[in-house]
């Protein structure tokens, strides 16, 4: 289990059972299924950003109250982000975080981009790659972007913020790398996730990263009491 999948699994379950609700129960308030939310609470799946909208919604919680560290608290609400603004934008990196490097936006791109403007969020794609790339991608999904971003430079993750009308406190940027684009966003003041890259393979400059990144996040999960 991940580090972001075990977040979410301890923080789903502990947010159900101190509301009294039933898996049945949270279906039909997160339209989720039952099977899909029981495999999330025991670890065994890796739930869409799509998935993870849902629960958010249903639930009436932010996104940082399902991927955050669980705390030790007397209850679940108290870890929820009262009085922080709500997110009101997400900001993606596109290849290997939505779709496969340099493969076009498929069917749950942009069901997922749909589903994110139908809850009212701002979206904004923030790659390095070419504009070619980045606006092919974009056709599909239609929403704002800024190409060629030189991550981990803060200046784009600003850019992309200011063509949403958002802030630090209401934005979220979502990335399959660490040192790029999770340290980006860090550096731009910007509350992130860190998601799996979804292919294997990758340019070689990107592997050698994933070797130093297992590094950073092994002390990170050790430190933190992930398994």
């Given at each position: ?117 139908e809850l009212g969020f701002g979206c904004c ?103």
């Open positions: 289990m991940d580090y972001l999948s075990n977040n979410v699994a301890v923080n789903l379950k502990r947010f159900r059972q101190y509301r009294g609700m039933s898996l049945d129960q949270m279906a039909e308030r997160t339209e989720v299924s039952k099977s899909m939310l029981a495999q999330i609470e025991r670890g065994q799946a890796n739930p869409s950003i799509g998935v993870l909208c849902k629960i958010t919604v249903g639930l009436q919680i932010e996104f940082e109250d399902l991927i955050q560290t669980p705390k030790v608290t007397d209850s679940p609400e108290e870890s929820i982000t009262g009085g922080r603004p709500s997110i009101k934008a997400v900001i993606f990196d596109i290849d290997n975080t939505l779709v496969p490097h340099g493969a076009p936006a498929d069917a749950r791109a942009i069901a997922l981009f749909e589903h994110l403007k794609l923030l790659s390095n790659n070419q504009r070619k790339r980045v606006s092919s991608f974009n056709d599909a999904v239609g929403v704002n972007y800024i190409e060629n971003a030189h991550k981990p430079s803060v200046r784009n993750y600003n850019r992309a913020m200011e063509i949403l009308g958002t802030n630090t406190e209401n934005t979220i940027f979502i990335g399959d790398q660490l040192f790029t684009d999770v340290y980006g966003a860090k550096r731009a003041g910007i509350r992130n996730i860190l998601v799996k890259p979804i292919n294997p393979k990758e340019e070689i400059q990107i592997v050698l990263k994933r070797y130093l990144e297992k590094i950073v996040l092994h002390f990170y999960k050790k430190e933190e009491g992930i398994s």
